[in-house]
């Protein structure tokens, strides 16, 4: 914990009090890097940019996984064989899903086109991840893709946890499926559900890979997350300090999510 966690942390940090380039140089700087993002309206947007594309990926995690699942959970043929193919998604490594992803979009080849073109509902191709409404969705599209085994398999764990007991004797007083779900199913996941969200809102708050591989943060800024930004800032322009005091920023708006949520948990608990 201390050498993989704890030292890289506090190194982190010390490393946003200066200007430096890791090597020969080490003028101390103070806070000057802290007070200069914060006042910084572009990393601003940059942060709600990236909260916009996390709730798009956590939500649309839950929507999919949760519906999964259920059909999951009931007693129907080739289960087992549905499993293991739905969750090869997560198995994937990131670049291989966001060049497969990249792929569909494309606009001279991609198989979106293709099979709209097919079906004469457009007449020319769509560029997908060079349009500034759709970029983020797309890009977040993928990202759901990827993430959406995860929240499945936990939820299902869930799911399997709940005492049958508590659906026979509900459905003996009268309660219909949609009561089932609202009284028995949801309060049975809720601690396992405020525990994946805490991993998903910090994994795809700081996420990086795809989408910095399908748009590289474009069009115009549009899909310019600030895990990009920090990318950029420490190995593109090597202010490794100000890059560093960025990490430190994001690590602490992780840390109060995670705060916010843990309170959820507690309260649910009592």
């Not at 020969?24 to 007070?35: M, S």
């Not at 006042?39 to 709730?55: G, P």
């Not at 600030?226 to 890059?243: M, N």
Request: with cysteine; charged share 10%.
């Amino acid at each position: 914990m201390l050498v993989l966690i704890a030292y890289p942390l506090l190194y982190g940090v010390y490393i946003s009090g200066f200007n430096t380039n890791l090597l020969n140089k080490w003028d101390f700087v103070g806070l000057k890097y802290y007070i200069q993002i914060l006042s910084d309206t572009e990393f601003l947007n940059k942060i709600w940019i990236t909260l916009k594309y996390a709730a798009l990926v956590v939500a649309g995690n839950f929507v999919v996984g949760m519906s999964l699942a259920l059909l999951l959970n009931r007693e129907i043929k080739f289960r087992l064989l549905f499993r293991a193919i739905l969750i090869l998604p997560w198995l994937f490594p990131d670049v291989v899903v966001a060049l497969l992803w990249k792929w569909l979009y494309n606009p001279l080849y991609g198989l979106f086109n293709y099979l709209l073109q097919s079906l004469h509902l457009i007449n020319t191709p769509i560029e997908w991840l060079d349009s500034q409404h759709f970029a983020l969705f797309g890009v977040a599209i993928a990202s759901v893709w990827k993430g959406y085994p995860l929240v499945m398999i936990m939820l299902l764990a869930g799911l399997q946890s709940i005492s049958k007991d508590l659906y026979e004797a509900a459905e003996i007083d009268g309660c219909n499926k949609w009561q089932l779900f609202r009284h028995i199913t949801i309060p049975g996941l809720m601690p396992v559900t405020l525990v994946v969200l805490i991993l998903e809102t910090v994994w795809w708050f700081k996420h990086f890979t795809i989408v910095w591989l399908l748009t590289a943060g474009g069009p115009i800024n549009v899909t310019s997350v600030v895990s990009i930004d920090i990318y950029r800032t420490a190995f593109q322009s090597f202010q490794f300090g100000r890059a560093s005091a960025m990490a430190v920023i994001v690590f602490v708006i992780c840390l109060l999510m995670s705060y916010v949520y843990r309170r959820l948990l507690e309260t649910n608990d009592q």
